[in-house]
């Protein structure tokens, strides 16, 4: 299946996005050869900044496969930001469809026109005090298993120190540079032709979050937590940690009003 074409929306972005990037940000970018050069395929990617999907489509613009993001449905339908989502070929998540597959009906069309869509599998900035990769959600998963589109796993680092997370003002200089790093598809064959259960769909994002953080491990030289972080069994846990506090304080103020 032969590549789509830019197109013209997305060059007139990268006219105006290219220069600044070049000049406030050095790039060490790896990996560029697993990426298909033509076919539908996913990029699963990390997510550490709020200007990592510049920097980071800086780097998949470059290998001639624009990647399409996913994004709220509603951003499609306001003014000049609509407009140049839907020309740069951006894909709407349907967010209110109460069936998970169709809520990610656009992605799996995009993959089966031979397009590449670009998933942050966490889902939202990364919670992990040291940056590294949370636990990750199941629709790059879903939508690789309905299509058995290949999965190029991709670590990045570096806008993170030109923006951290949840950080308000970027900090450019000194220079940062923004490290990407590609690896070969993962290999999620085994689960294929299988019922898509919440167990399974569980199953293939661990081996996808896997990929990505291996990958950052090698950019970084250092090794990552055992333990992905999980921002569900956080917020489980703090609200333990607030009712065990509450509760001796209710039980002292119950026993002086007696």
């Not at 900044?49 to 800086?58: C, E, G, M, R, V």
């Not at 293939?204 to 950052?216: D, G, H, K, N, P």
């Not at 921002?231 to 489980?236: F, K, Q, S, V």
């Amino acid at each position: 299946m032969p590549r789509r074409r830019i197109g013209f929306w997305y060059r007139f972005a990268a006219v105006l996005c290219k220069p600044p990037l070049v000049v406030l940000i050095k790039r060490d970018w790896r990996g560029m050869e697993h990426i298909p050069a033509a076919g539908g395929f996913i990029t699963a990617v990390n997510h550490n900044s709020h200007i990592d999907p510049f920097a980071y489509a800086h780097y998949q613009y470059n290998t001639g496969r624009v990647p399409r993001f996913l994004a709220k449905s509603g951003l499609f339908r306001k003014g000049f930001v609509g407009a140049a989502m839907r020309g740069t070929g951006q894909i709407p998540v349907y967010r209110e469809s109460t069936d998970a597959l169709s809520a990610f009906r656009a992605a799996i069309d995009a993959v089966e026109r031979g397009e590449c869509v670009a998933f942050y599998p966490e889902g939202t900035l990364t919670r992990d005090p040291d940056g590294w990769p949370m636990t990750g959600k199941t629709g790059a998963a879903r939508v690789a298993l309905q299509t058995k589109c290949p999965v190029i796993p991709v670590a990045q680092w570096g806008a993170n120190e030109v923006l951290p997370p949840y950080a308000r003002k970027p900090d450019f200089f000194p220079r940062k540079t923004h490290r990407v790093l590609a690896g070969p598809p993962v290999d999620l064959t085994r689960f294929y032709d299988r019922e898509m259960t919440p167990e399974l769909l569980k199953e293939a994002t661990e081996v996808i979050m896997a990929a990505i953080t291996a990958l950052l491990e090698d950019i970084r030289g250092e090794r990552a937590p055992q333990a992905a972080y999980d921002p569900r069994r956080e917020r489980i846990e703090q609200r333990r940690k607030t009712r065990s506090q509450t509760q001796p304080r209710t039980e002292q103020e119950e026993g002086r009003s007696k």
